[in-house]
């Protein structure tokens, strides 16, 4: 069966540090990939996406950035941390088909950054 | 841009009750609508999905009603437990946006015993 590791499950990180955040699939190939931040209140908003090794998609312009050095890897980094980067972060997968398609997009359990 | 309206923002019942939540949207060209339930500190699971040519569908005591005309569609939770208590998001998505998933903000789901 499929699984989903993110870590680590915590971070406490000072403003202006770097950040990396990783993820890995296992049991699937070629999977889709997908960077999320929630914030309380404000629902789960797509970071980056990915459908191949180096193939990556940016949603929304900001101090992060994603890497797909491996079939099943996905990470998420940053140069110098923000305050405003503070958030649960959550990686997902899902399966290819070629292309994007209605397949459920299957979640890891996040890691909670907090930035002081 | 995009958006899924999601309400309400939280809900209390007891035991046995049935919670309802409602999600709305306005991209016709939306056609993947599924519900994720949330327990704190994880990650959303996939509860349920609807494609716009049903209007119900029941997968155990979780029910999706679609109205497309009305470009709404609900989740019924019947017999609720306090186990149900979670997070819920409605999202959606279409081909055109190469199926990226656009979820609502959510609502908290208090079941008392």
């Known amino acids: 069966s499929q699984t989903i590791h993110q870590w680590p499950a915590t971070l406490v990180q000072p403003v202006g540090s770097p950040l990396s955040l990783e993820c890995t699939v296992e049991?699937?190939?070629?999977?889709?990939l997908y960077w999320y931040r929630q914030a309380a209140g404000r629902g789960l908003q797509l970071l980056f996406y990915s459908v191949g090794i180096g193939q990556i998609s940016s949603e929304v312009p900001q101090n992060l950035s994603a890497s797909r050095p491996q079939d099943r890897q996905f990470i998420l980094s940053s140069k110098k941390l923000l305050l405003s980067d503070s958030g649960f972060y959550l990686c997902?997968?899902?399966?290819?088909?070629?292309?994007?398609?209605?397949?459920?997009?299957?979640f890891g359990d996040g890691t909670r950054l907090s930035i002081l | 841009q995009q958006q899924v309206k999601q309400s309400p923002q939280s809900l209390i019942v007891q035991k046995g009750g049935i919670p309802i939540i409602n999600c709305a949207y306005e991209?016709?060209?939306?056609?993947?609508f599924p519900w994720y339930q949330q327990f704190p500190g994880k990650g959303p699971a996939l509860l349920i999905a609807i494609r716009p040519d049903v209007s119900e569908k029941k997968e155990g005591r979780f029910t999706i009603s679609f109205n497309k005309s009305a470009k709404q569609f609900s989740l019924h939770i019947m017999d609720s437990q306090p186990g149900d208590s979670a997070t819920y998001f409605c999202a959606a998505s279409s081909q055109g946006s190469n199926y990226k998933l656009t979820f609502g903000k959510g609502t908290l789901l208090t079941v008392n015993p």
């Open positions: 049991g699937t190939s070629n999977p889709n």
């Open positions: 991209n016709t060209a939306f056609d993947y």
């Open positions: 997902a997968w899902s399966v290819s088909q070629g292309k994007f398609s209605n397949q459920p997009q299957h």
